[in-house]
């Protein structure tokens, strides 16, 4: 296999990046991927770098984008990290020394970077997020509130009936957003809000707020939660039973949090989401053929936020194919038509052609897609 991924120490300080390799080496395209090394989101990393590859792989055996072989260029890009990210960034664009921004990180820190990277180069965010974004130049192909978690509430409402619900979440913006989203559909189903709490990144003892959530009767819980903080949440539901009264919604946990929380843990927990590695679609079928085809059986596991570094690679390969002239005019989801592959639909040219939706439950540690959306 080609040699296409590389993760230099970025220089901390702009002088020393004028004779780094990555500014002098002007024959690749430098993609810088963002995505959280460490702290609670970290859980995600090995899925996101191995999809991303993925599509690396695939674009340089077809020359690349625009005729330059692509790099991977690796920063972290969780709250937690020790560097700074905007200065990380804006350094390695001052100097020239990445081509454009692949990002699947929360959107706390795609609000610091898009004051940063202000149209200099493309910036594609991938995972998704609470919605709205307009910005020049960035381009969230994620799914929203509207798209994923109306419809799947809609149906829990309708199949279990729940008096009222309990949102719990991480302290910042998709969280709190998708929540306002969740309280009006509560408002326009006629059904109670119960509890509301929103947690620092990072807490590990999760028994205290599932003991709150207990007492206020509430019988469906939406866990707004990220990486490891909600299987920290999703361990403490499950040693309280509460499984046995209360159904919990998630649109972030994937495979990788519900391995990590347990089959005993996960009983009545259910992911809207747009793609699952359990998907039977021809999209996803070619996927996985691509994917255990460059690193074996023993991947790290296929989920949604992998899947959206692959689509985020193969989108930016599409924009400046169709559009390298006048990308910098346009942001949001479906500013331009954006012909690229994807994991979890067919491809199209017409971005108002969203992904479907599907409703999992838990099976085990596995995810079974029971409806689309």
Not at 67 to 96: C, F, P, Y
Not at 132 to 140: I, K, P, V
Not at 157 to 174: E, F, T
Not at 261 to 289: C, D, H, I, W
Request: proline content about 5%.
């Amino acid at each position: 296999m080609t040699p296409f991924f590389s993760a230099p120490t970025v220089p901390t300080e702009l002088e020393e990046l004028h004779d780094h390799p990555l500014a002098q080496n002007k024959g690749l395209y430098r993609i810088a991927l963002l995505i959280p090394l460490c702290g609670s989101a970290g859980l995600w990393a090995p899925s996101c770098i191995s999809s991303a590859q993925v599509a690396v792989e695939e674009l340089n055996r077809a020359g690349g984008i625009n005729g330059r072989k692509i790099q991977l260029i690796m920063i972290d890009a969780a709250l937690e990290a020790s560097i700074s990210i905007e200065k990380a960034v804006n350094d390695l664009i001052e100097t020239g020394s990445i081509d454009a921004i692949v990002g699947m990180h929360i959107s706390a820190i795609r609000q610091r970077l898009s004051k940063v990277v202000r149209q200099r180069i493309p910036y594609v965010y991938t995972p998704l997020y609470e919605g709205g974004e307009s910005t020049a130049g960035l381009f969230a192909i994620g799914e929203t509130p509207q798209e994923q978690l109306g419809p799947s509430m809609d149906l829990i409402q309708r199949q279990y009936k729940p008096k009222s619900w309990a949102l719990i979440g991480n302290d910042y913006v998709w969280p709190r957003t998708s929540h306002l989203f969740a309280k009006s559909k509560l408002r326009e189903m006629s059904v109670g809000l119960a509890y509301e709490k929103y947690l620092p990144f990072g807490l590990t003892n999760m028994a205290h707020y599932v003991e709150e959530i207990a007492a206020t009767g509430a019988e469906a819980v939406l866990i707004s939660l990220v990486g490891q903080d909600a299987v920290a949440f999703n361990r403490a539901f499950g040693s309280a039973g509460l499984h046995r009264r209360m159904v919990r919604l998630s649109c972030a946990v994937e495979e990788n949090a519900l391995m990590a929380s347990g089959s005993r843990n996960s009983k009545r927990l259910f992911v809207a989401s747009s793609y699952f590695a359990t998907l039977p679609t021809e999209a996803n079928a070619a996927f996985k053929e691509l994917y255990y085809g460059v690193h074996g059986d023993q991947a790290p596991a296929l989920n949604a936020l992998g899947q959206s570094t692959y689509e985020g690679v193969h989108f930016l390969a599409g924009l400046m194919s169709g559009h390298a002239s006048v990308w910098h005019e346009h942001g949001g989801c479906n500013a331009l038509p954006v012909r690229h592959r994807s994991g979890r639909k067919t491809m199209t040219s017409d971005q108002s052609k969203r992904a479907p939706i599907y409703l999992a439950r838990a099976d085990g540690l596995q995810f079974e897609v029971i409806k689309e959306l």
